[in-house]
């Protein structure tokens, strides 16, 4: 067999940001011509900031990078271009009021007249060269969110790419799609094409690539052919020593239920439904999970039950744990109607760790403390906070979870995110709720943390909480949690127990429901 | 083979309060060596004497530093005024109409009441008015950013057009004499309506005033439960439905406040100095005092430094211009030199520069 020829080789590639971060340092990747590379790495590890340098949206600092052995200058997206590179960026950037094709030829500086047809016809030849099922003249608002990822691939095929990058391209993608997705790739590897994937699912990994490239805190950690890897291994390289990758999961102690939702609907500011007719119910004791595609009403159901979301029908009913349900007397309280300060003044014990951490959960400029008066900041005698109980709590939380920072006073918005999702977690749970909603708890945050965060949750399920888990990681669902809630479109397309259940299944069960963002 | 450009910038973690001010300090005696260049080469005048002279312009006289004094006091208390907005990221232009509408609010109790009331009695209703009359200033731009998401720079800016032409109004209606154009002192002889003098100086109760202010708007911003919901309100909106405060409450209560501040500082110009009203009285120290209040990063302390610095240049600059016969463009250059600095020191404060060795050869 003759010797393996480089698609790309990136050199002693150093990128640097400002003075203390140091993105990428002195590193070596080698790309083969027709293979599948895949590139892992913790988030934060650079392995988005190392593929922007051969897209031509950074520069290195210093360094080396060789096409096809010849060294060249990236110094623009144009640059990538025309050395036949093509990235697929995590957020796609398309003119929702095009069509295919109108987007994919967008930018094009072709000579001539514009024709749309022929640019059509060479669209359609891609899609059946590859297996492709996108529709030329469909415009972007019409499309699932696996399609705009197929125009995005598309649009660089049809510049001539033969090194594509794709950037966590199944974050968004059900096991389905991503199943396709991975086809497609195995299609174009077949012409001749090499691929770069990014990405931090380890099975997809094991899956898809011929080779891994590990990236740990912006250093090359080193390559492994991936038949000879397995998960652990390839944690241990990606995290530099060994994790245990097992989460605790004890069977549920005397379910009651804490928290019923029947029949809710809720309109967003452009009267577009958003969740329709949702019911379920959270028990005690018990992590309940909700998946879904991103989008299909996650973030609505659980602020409407926190009281952000206005409510258009249904209910939603809280039962205290400290009261006797079995006296017919004794009626759950609604939370239909209620802002966030009547709920906890209706003496309501929730917590809620939403989704944008810095954007809703916290304070960015202000330190641990002035983030645990959130939940306090009511309770200071007359006019003035009181800083004692949260300087008190931050304390706690800051070494119980060791959490990382100079001090409580520390602009939290500086910390890792690691660290400020532990602030945000370590303030729900303190405020010992009765029920406990947290949304892509461990979006971002590194392994170790993230384990934290599960044990937190398992804990408090121990302790005789109702928590509330949207996820996004499928495998984190299915070993999390008792059992799984299924959101498709707006609405449940399915209770299922995690235990029994398999991930075809919640797979199908996140696009059945016609409409919405799902597939036909 | 790659560019490399001789240094390169970095954002600063934040700098401890006193590295912030020597930062600046070094800024004004740079600005100083600058504005003597300039000064010794436009006009050959010896800088020394030129600064010297400055200084006596705010400060040379018992009575040159009385003004000095209620400059400082006047620019100080619209800086108090606008702060609880900024650091609510409301960003209010408009405090030149709130006190404009305050000084109205003022001068019209004091004409219109006139021999009806009692001038102590008299005091307490303009004062009344005045904070009345910003208020209302206030409440409509924060009324309607918090119902329609209207831009409220645009919407406070307007604000001040109609506070001039309104005053601009009513002056012509009050004029004396007749077809002046002017209204000139109220109650002159009577004295009504004219904030009392205490200690035998003119301006000491308006300067107490303002430096009771200053404390209290201090421990308003940094211990109360309103300054704590303002500091949230002003980083996220989402945040703070999140933690229940009630957003809408909070930007328009703190507007209602800033402007009130507004109409008080108002009613200390025409009640307690000017006795009159044009529709200059403010002078554009309400968007001066943006400026007090950024550059001490909303903090009322550092506030006193800043608007100090400010009344400073500006009293020296007019006495250099009488005193040497120059222009007043020169002290407005000078001044525009010192205030140059010290913003740009403000990228020092954020930014390190980070020299690079030419070391490693490219490949």
């Known amino acids: ?520 | 083979m790659n560019k490399k450009s001789l240094f390169y910038l970095a954002k600063r973690d934040a700098l401890p309060w006193h590295k912030t001010w020597l930062i600046r300090g070094v800024a004004i005696v740079l600005a100083l060596i600058f504005c003597s260049l300039i000064t010794m080469l436009l006009t050959g005048l010896n800088p020394v004497q030129v600064f010297s002279t400055i200084f006596y312009g705010a400060f040379g006289t018992a009575r040159k530093t009385w003004v000095t004094a209620q400059n400082l006091a006047i620019l100080l208390g619209i800086s108090l005024a606008i702060t609880p907005a900024f650091k609510m990221r409301f960003w209010n232009i408009g405090a030149e109409g709130q006190v404009l509408i305050g000084c109205l609010a003022c001068a019209a109790c004091m004409i219109t009441l006139e021999g009806k009331v009692s001038s102590g009695l008299m005091v307490v209703i303009s004062l009344a008015a005045s904070l009345l009359a910003g208020a209302v200033w206030g409440f409509l731009p924060a009324f309607f950013k918090a119902n329609w998401e209207t831009n409220e720079t645009l919407f406070t800016l307007m604000m001040n057009y109609i506070a001039t032409q309104l005053a601009a109004y009513f002056i012509i209606v009050w004029e004396v004499p007749k077809g002046s154009g002017k209204i000139g002192i109220i109650n002159q002889s009577s004295e009504a309506g004219w904030l009392p003098v205490i200690g035998g100086q003119k301006y000491l109760l308006l300067i107490l005033v303002v430096a009771v202010l200053t404390g209290l708007m201090f421990i308003y911003l940094q211990y109360s439960k309103h300054g704590y919901e303002i500091a949230v309100v002003g980083e996220s909106h989402r945040t703070a439905s999140y933690a229940g405060i009630k957003v809408n409450r909070v930007i328009i209560r703190t507007m209602v406040l800033s402007g009130a501040i507004c109409g008080l500082v108002g009613f200390l110009l025409v009640s307690g100095t000017e006795h009159t009203l044009t529709t200059t009285l403010v002078g554009g120290r309400g968007f001066t005092a943006v400026m007090v209040s950024w550059l001490a990063k909303f903090n009322p302390i550092g506030m006193i430094f800043t608007s100090l610095l400010l009344v400073f240049l500006q009293r020296g600059a007019t006495e250099i211009s009488s005193v040497f016969g120059l222009n007043h463009s020169f002290a407005d250059i000078l001044t525009g030199i010192i205030l140059f600095f010290i913003i740009g020191s403000d990228f020092f404060t954020n930014y390190e520069i980070h020299y690079q060795r030419s070391g490693k050869e490219g490949k």
């Open chain 1, 1 to 520: 067999m003759e010797a393996v020829k480089n698609a790309v080789r990136m050199e002693n590639i150093t990128k640097r940001f400002g003075t203390k971060v140091v993105a990428n340092n002195a590193v070596n990747l080698e790309l083969h011509e027709g293979e599948i590379l895949s590139l892992l790495g913790e988030n934060g590890s650079g392995k988005t900031t190392l593929m922007n340098m051969l897209s031509g949206i950074y520069h290195p600092d210093e360094g080396q990078i060789y096409i096809h052995d010849k060294p060249v200058t990236i110094s623009s997206p144009k640059d990538a271009f025309d050395n036949g590179i093509g990235m697929i960026h995590q957020h796609f950037k398309l003119v929702d009021v095009f069509t295919a094709t109108e987007n994919i030829i967008l930018g094009l500086n072709e000579d001539g007249k514009l024709d749309l047809k022929k640019a059509s016809q060479k669209v359609r030849d891609i899609c059946n060269k590859y297996g492709f099922d996108i529709k030329p003249d469909q415009k972007i608002y019409d499309m699932s969110v696996s399609q705009k990822q197929t125009v995005e691939i598309v649009k660089v095929l049809y510049r001539g790419a033969d090194i594509l990058i794709l950037d966590e391209p199944t974050a968004v993608l059900t096991p389905q799609e991503t199943d396709k997705l991975f086809q497609i790739m195995r299609n174009m590897q077949k012409d001749g094409k090499s691929l770069i994937i990014i990405t931090h699912k380890l099975h997809e990994v094991l899956e898809v690539s011929d080779r891994v490239a590990i990236l740990r805190k912006g250093e090359y950690v080193g390559d492994v052919v991936t038949k000879n890897a397995d998960q652990q291994s390839l944690t241990d390289m990606m995290v530099g020593r060994r994790v245990s990758l097992n989460i605790d999961r004890p069977a549920p102690v005397n379910p009651q239920p804490r928290l019923t939702v029947e029949h809710l609907t809720v309109y967003d500011d452009l009267g577009v439904k958003r969740l329709s007719d949702v019911s379920f119910t959270a028990n005690s004791g018990e992590i309940l999970g909700i998946a879904g595609v991103a989008g299909s009403g996650q973030r609505e159901l659980l602020e409407a039950i926190a009281g952000l979301y206005p409510v258009a029908e249904g209910a939603i009913n809280f039962y205290d744990p400290n009261v006797d349900y079995s006296d017919p007397a004794n009626k759950p309280k609604s939370l239909v109607g209620m802002d966030p300060m009547s709920i906890r003044k209706a003496g309501v014990a929730m917590s809620f760790v939403p989704e944008d951490r810095l954007g809703m959960g916290l304070v960015g400029t202000m330190g641990m403390t002035g983030n645990m008066m959130l939940r306090s900041w009511r309770k200071g005698k007359g006019l003035f906070v009181s800083r004692k109980e949260p300087e008190a709590l931050a304390k706690r939380i800051w070494e119980e979870l060791e959490v990382v920072t100079p001090s409580t006073s520390f602009p939290v918005r500086r910390m890792s995110g690691g660290n400020v999702q532990k602030v945000l977690v370590g303030r729900e749970i303190a405020q010992e709720p009765a029920v406990l909603m947290t949304a892509y708890a461990v979006r971002g945050l590194d392994i170790n943390t993230s384990y934290t965060i599960y044990n937190l949750l398992s804990e408090q399920k121990m302790k005789g909480r109702a928590v509330i888990y949207v996820g996004e990681d499928l495998d984190v669902l299915l070993e999390l949690c008792d059992r799984i809630l299924v959101l498709c479109g707006g609405q449940v397309s399915g209770v299922v127990d995690a235990r029994t259940t398999d991930k075809r299944q919640v797979g199908v069960l996140m696009t059945r429901v016609g409409g919405g963002e799902a597939d036909e």
